[in-house]
């Protein structure tokens, strides 16, 4: 069962900028998050799950002045998008924060309030370079060790000189604290391989950070100097605990701090994994526990790009494949932390193979026997031979590393488990020839077989539900028949033997046809 045995469990996205609609790298991010949460919840565990929108910053007021429209305006089209989105996929978030929202305005100032109040913030004057796409500042220094003069190292985008006052925070005092945090918590970052990079990148030293901007409007003003606004991504950040109810310390869902997670993708690494742990340093609050930066997708071999026009929409791949098979194949193909590239082609391969074939054929064979031999109802176990032992062993060593596949993010290994024991069982299907213990007349053996094969099915699809939350709600009502809604859990449910003699399975209807290639 669930190793996991604390009581509280926060996952959170990142807040999507709202300058463009989403497309299929959000999805990924949301989706990850949404299967952490699933899980939680299944193990019985108290969960919140946050995603939103990032409103603010010259990036969004851009791209609204270019439509001619005010940037709430902007903003508040593409939330409805999102909006839309997330139930056609499953997306079982708590709350979405709107970065504009006053909620989130009143956790800004006051995380400015507590940055100021211990003294990590003075005012100075910023002259140096800024990439809008990116958010982010950079030296001359920087732009002169990554390559070209003028573009952005991270994005390969013109860079813009910036010169005007500013607020500063001293991320240079938190070198050393946040090296001696990195040593102290080997799982705080996750892939290892990024670990490595942050810590490399923190090793070559700080610069403090300017953090508000008085050349333009659109974000949180600075409390008290009123020609400022926040810098884009101290607002940002801030989202995870405004989310909350911070600066309410007793507000009831403040009980989820720290965060158990924040699944973020690689390009926002350095904020999450420097400035953000250093922020709350200064501010004296816990740190989340982790933070995981997962791959880049490319679609058929190439970045996706507005120019290009090749970003994949969620919600038109809809009208080609459904949710679930989209979630699962997001989640296989590439193991969570490498990039991946992305085609329908592969998505159909890997559709026809584990799940028409393997998952499909085993649900639909076994209730179908079960059926047109046994009325639909489960008989009473007689032998407790060596290959049922071997088959319940293998199912509960799959719960157990699945958990632990989940529980490090590693959602391609539970995936691939959870397929093993499928193919596992269709084996036992071969070997035990149900069809023809019926024409023997060998009813024992018969009622064993297929009561096994069922009580193994309703466990395998549990695991994947939170993967799969619609295809596994179809299957379970099959298995479960009379006794479908009945509130699944691993705590109350996840044992062997829920399923008793005399139970009737619900007619198979085939859940997932072959797609064409
Ligand atoms: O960075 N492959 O927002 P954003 C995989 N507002 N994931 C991708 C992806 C791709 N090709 N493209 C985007 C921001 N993502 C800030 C975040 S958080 C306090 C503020 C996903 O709209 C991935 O999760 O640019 C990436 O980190 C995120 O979208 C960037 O979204």
Not at 323 to 334: G, K, M, P, S, T
Request: aromatic share 10%; glycine share 6%; net charge negative.
């Amino acid at each position: 069962m669930p190793s996991n045995q604390q009581s509280t469990y926060y996952v959170t996205t990142p807040i999507y900028y709202v300058n463009d609609e989403p497309h299929l790298g959000h999805l990924y991010t949301t989706v990850a998050a949404d299967v952490l949460a699933r899980h939680q919840r299944l193990s019985g565990i108290d969960t919140y799950f946050l995603t939103g929108v990032d409103e603010h910053g010259l990036k969004v007021q851009q791209a609204a002045e270019a439509r001619g429209i005010a940037p709430i305006d902007l903003a508040d089209e593409v939330v409805a998008h999102y909006r839309a989105l997330w139930p056609k996929f499953s997306i079982s978030n708590d709350d979405f924060i709107r970065t504009s929202s006053e909620h989130h305005k009143r956790g800004v100032a006051a995380m400015w309030n507590r940055l100021r109040d211990a003294g990590a913030l003075y005012k100075g004057f910023y002259e140096d370079w800024y990439c809008v796409p990116c958010e982010t500042y950079w030296t001359e220094t920087q732009l002169k060790e990554h390559g070209e003069d003028g573009v952005c190292p991270d994005c390969r985008r013109s860079v813009e000189k910036v010169q005007e006052e500013s607020w500063f925070f001293r991320l240079s005092d938190y070198q050393q604290p946040l090296l001696d945090y990195y040593a102290a918590h080997p799982d705080f970052i996750g892939p290892d391989s990024r670990r490595n990079e942050v810590m490399r990148f923190v090793e070559g030293g700080l610069n403090d950070l300017s953090v508000s901007r008085n050349t333009f409007t659109w974000g949180v003003p600075v409390p008290d100097d009123a020609g400022h606004v926040i810098y884009v991504w101290i607002d940002a950040l801030t989202n995870y605990l405004s989310a909350l109810g911070f600066p309410d310390e007793d507000a009831e869902a403040m009980r989820f701090w720290p965060a158990d997670i924040h699944l973020i993708g690689k390009d926002i690494l350095r904020f999450h994994a420097i400035y953000w742990p250093a922020m709350l340093m200064a501010a004296g609050l816990p740190l989340p526990k982790r933070i995981f930066a997962h791959g880049w997708w490319t679609v058929d071999g190439e970045k996706m790009s507005k120019s290009k026009g090749n970003a994949l929409q969620p919600a038109q791949m809809l009208e080609q494949v459904d949710a679930d098979v989209i979630r699962y194949f997001l989640l296989r193909e590439v193991p969570f932390g490498h990039d991946g590239d992305f085609s329908f082609d592969a998505l159909k391969r890997r559709y026809n193979s584990e799940l028409a074939n393997d998952l499909g054929n085993m649900v639909n064979r076994t209730l179908s026997m079960l059926h047109k031999y046994r009325g639909g109802v489960l008989g009473v176990v007689h032998a407790e031979q060596a290959e049922y032992r071997a088959w319940i062993a293998d199912i509960e060593a799959m719960q157990q590393e699945v958990d632990a596949a989940i529980n490090t993010q590693a959602f391609h290994l539970a995936l691939e488990r959870i397929h093993q024991v499928v193919r596992h069982g269709n084996r036992m299907v071969e070997e035990s020839a149900p069809w023809r213990l019926a024409k023997q007349g060998d009813d024992d053996r018969l009622d064993s077989v297929l009561y096994h094969l069922v009580e193994g099915l309703r466990l395998v699809v549990l695991q994947l539900s939170p993967f799969m939350p619609s295809k596994c709600d179809q299957l379970m009502a099959q298995i479960m028949g009379e006794r479908a809604g009945l509130e699944q859990n691993l705590t109350h449910h996840g044992g062997w033997g829920l399923l008793t003699v005399g139970h009737r399975c619900a007619e198979p209807v085939p859940v997932f046809p072959r797609m064409e290639l």
